[in-house]
T-cell receptor
Framework: GAVVSQHPSRVICKSGTSVKIECRSLDFQATTMFWYRQFPKQSLMLMATSNEGSKATYEQGVEKDKFLINHASLTLSTLTVTSAHPEDSSFYIC???????????FGSGTQLSVL | GEDVEQSLFLSVREGDSSVINCTYTDSSSTYLYWYKQEPGAGLQLLTYIFSNMDMKQDQRLTVLLNKKDKHLSLRIADTQTGDSAIYFCAESGNQGGKLIFGQGTELSVKP
């Protein structure tokens, strides 16, 4: 099946710093990528939808200036958590859809811990 | 609005069949999905079914869809300890690629 690579898998940072998470589709072109956040023992919460070459669409309650999304190519989207705080600590997962949007493939996730 | 509901826990013995149930609200969903998540990992697509189908079988996995009742189930035959994980049901809604997830069902397989 299709492969989505997410990096890093784990990051620990100090409060106030910024963290960038990368999501790559390795064997297909992803016209749309999605960023999710997951708290322990909970479901995935969609944060934003990014389309290549255009601005991301954020879900209600998600601060676009806090969570910067860039989708500069058909194989790469990045999520930057700016001025991270302990409450931003969470598991972040990206997913990528091909042209038909029939299937979504997920990255392996990034565990962010903000001290 | 769109909503997907699942029971939170299921415990079975190794070798038994597991049935994980899901209900959804958006009748316009084109596809319905089952994903598996192991601790600390991303989601693995197990299988999916097109909304005009009522059953799909893939090796040990059988998906049943009752579109009238908006009920989806995943049956795992001969459940193994390696099947222990959280299983998420998801619907595609009416916006391509944007999935709505259930809360996840934690499957525990006892030897």
């Amino acid at each position: 099946g299709a492969v989505v690579s997410q990096h890093p898998s784990r990051v620990i940072c100090k409060s106030g710093t910024s963290v960038k998470i990368e999501c790559r589709s390795l064997d297909f072109q992803a016209t749309t990528m999605f960023w999710y956040r997951q708290f322990p023992k909970q479901s995935l919460m969609l944060m934003a939808t990014s389309n290549e070459g255009s601005k991301a669409t954020y879900e209600q309650g998600v601060e676009k200036d806090k969570f910067l999304i860039n989708h500069a190519s058909l194989t790469l989207s990045t999520l930057t958590v700016t001025s991270a705080h302990p409450e931003d600590s969470s598991f972040y997962i990206c997913s990528a859809a091909g042209a038909t949007n029939e299937k979504l493939f997920f990255g392996s996730g990034t565990q962010l811990s903000v001290l | 609005g769109e909503d997907v509901e699942q029971s939170l826990f299921l415990s079975v013995r190794e070798g038994d069949s597991s049935v994980i149930n899901c209900t959804y609200t958006d009748s316009s969903s084109t596809y319905l999905y089952w994903y598996k998540q192991e601790p600390g990992a991303g989601l693995q697509l197990l299988t999916y079914i097109f909304s005009n189908m009522d059953m799909k079988q893939d090796q040990r996995l059988t998906v049943l869809l009752n579109k009238k009742d908006k009920h989806l189930s995943l049956r795992i035959a001969d459940t193994q300890t390696g099947d222990s994980a959280i299983y998420f049901c998801a619907e595609s809604g009416n916006q391509g690629g944007k999935l709505i997830f259930g809360q996840g069902t934690e499957l525990s397989v006892k030897p």
